[in-house]
């Protein structure tokens, strides 16, 4: 594995019987980079998350993250990665208190740096008054801040990030995706899945599934320039209804 990259994908299937989720994907991301992996639904996005994340085993090719090996290092990877799913993965009837020391301690994290870290997360973000409060009485966007948080508390090497910011106003999504590039900044890979097409022009670099396949990768300006659009929704559209290159 190359040691700027800290994800590598070689000839990746994945399997249900007769149907293919994954069709020899190749990609790799670099450390410290925001990764847009992108397409519509169905195209098999979620599949290949969880094989990255550990929760499911590859029909063949070569997957590697973090410096595991997804088919014999899964448990490994599951303690250097963060996740957050759409569904926010905070228990709604603990505390944001409570949640965070669950999800530290889930990961190893040592009761001394877990009260020191908690102290800081308050500062940062402004939630002295919202620390003892049930997540389940949180807005939105505050259950997504911490959320995020509470994904990278126990500072992994990358986080997974799937959809994160669907379902809130402009001003809160900013707000995330300046968290975002705090912790890319503190040396946190971020891999992102997103229907918000403005927000795949913060990626650095990005992929784009089709029916399995990966069918565009690069720089948002590449892909622009490339597919001769105004942005990247209109990128997005030419690949998913499978129109040729201008």
């Known amino acids: 594995m190359s040691e700027e990259n800290i994800i590598e994908v070689k000839n990746l299937v994945k399997k249900f019987g007769n149907f293919t989720a994954n069709d020899n994907l190749n990609f790799s991301v670099r450390k410290s980079e925001i990764f847009g992996f992108l397409g519509a639904n169905g195209a098999g996005k979620t599949t290949a998350i969880k094989i990255l994340c550990g929760l499911l085993l590859p029909t063949s090719g070569e997957v590697n993250v973090a410096g595991f090996d997804a088919f014999k290092q899964r448990n490994m990877i599951k303690k250097n990665i963060g996740y957050m799913s759409q569904g926010f993965s905070l228990y709604e009837d603990l505390t944001v208190k409570e ?11 040592k009761r001394s740096v877990i009260k020191t870290r908690l102290n800081e997360l308050v500062e940062k973000l402004h939630i002295h008054e919202l620390k003892d409060e049930f997540v ?71 992929s784009i599934m089709v029916d399995g396949k990966i069918d565009a990768m690069g720089t948002p300006t590449e892909l622009k320039r490339l597919y001769n659009a105004q942005n990247m929704d209109d990128v997005f559209v030419k690949l998913a209804r499978k129109q040729e290159i201008i």
């Open 99 to 109: 949640n965070i020391e669950f999800y530290a301690g889930i990961y190893g994290v």
């Open 136 to 206: 389940k009485d949180l807005p939105l966007g505050w259950k997504q801040k911490i959320a995020f948080s509470v994904a990278i508390f126990h500072k992994p090497q990358v986080v997974f990030l799937d959809e994160p910011t669907s379902g809130v106003d402009p001003i809160t999504r900013r707000q995330f995706w300046d968290l975002i590039y705090e912790a890319v900044d503190d040396g946190i890979t971020a891999f992102i899945t997103t229907h918000y097409m403005d927000e795949a022009e913060y990626c650095d670099r990005i």
